[in-house]
């Protein structure tokens, strides 16, 4: 497809459960982003992923997330041990770094997670 | 610290009123900000950035760095502009984002 894919589009999990989210961005994009958005808040970052450079991590909230990208292709973001407080839409987002419109990122669906 | 500040959860118009949806940015050096936009069951997507001082969909943003802010305009709402908007501020390449402001534009 032509857009940014995410995978599962929904998952309900027990507490404790690991969970693992999958984002397909657009063929030749070399940036990709994750961004965390609970109920009624707005976009929290969470890791970016920029070619081969290593990622800025700073928006993890806790060693219990973390995230792979392999070249720049399929990245997955891994929630250990969830928590209840986890419980959000999960957007990835690929961007084409030196693009004609900088700063245009392209958004997947996201996938909603229910920790119970 | 960088922050974008969006201070209004909801903004409620009529169509053919003015917009006006508020965004002030905390941030050290030139910024580069940005207007995306969420309409009912379709995905985040830019709507313009300062840098190209665009109006897209009757939409304007200043850049006002004396205020700090980036407040988007539209001088005549119409009822396809109700949407989540949310405005962002770029970082070394990664994007922040305010809290989002919905927009409803009555008829």
């Known amino acids: 497809g032509a857009g940014v894919s995410q995978s599962p589009s929904n998952k309900v999990t027990e507490k404790g459960k690991d969970v693992e989210l999958r984002c397909d961005p657009i063929?030749?994009?070399?940036?990709l982003y994750w961004y965390r958005q609970r109920l009624g808040q707005g976009l929290e970052f969470l890791i970016y992923f920029q070619g081969n450079s290593a990622p800025d991590k700073s928006g993890l909230p806790s060693d219990r997330f973390s995230a792979e990208r392999t070249g720049e292709s399929v990245s997955t973001l891994t929630i250990q041990r969830t928590q209840q407080e986890d419980s959000a839409v999960y957007l990835c987002?690929?961007?084409?770094?030196?693009?004609?419109?900088?700063?245009?990122?392209?958004f997947g669906e996201g996938s909603r997670l229910t920790v119970l | 610290a960088q922050r974008v500040t969006q201070p209004e959860k909801l903004l409620s118009v009529f169509k053919g009123a003015p917009v006006e949806l508020k965004c002030n940015y905390s941030?050290?050096?030139?910024?580069?900000l940005f207007w995306y936009v969420q309409y009912s069951r379709q995905r985040l997507q830019l709507l313009l950035r300062h840098i190209s001082r665009e109006s897209i969909k009757g939409f304007t943003a200043d850049l006002n760095k004396g205020e700090t802010s980036f407040h988007l305009k539209k001088p005549f709402a119409q009822e396809e502009d109700s949407a989540m908007y949310y405005c962002a501020l770029s970082n070394t390449g990664k994007l922040i984002f305010g809290q989002g402001t919905t927009l409803q534009v009555k008829p």
């Open positions: 063929s030749g994009h070399t940036a």
């Open positions: 987002a690929s961007s084409l770094v030196g693009s004609a419109k900088p700063g245009e990122l392209f």
């Open positions: 941030y050290s050096g030139s910024p580069e």
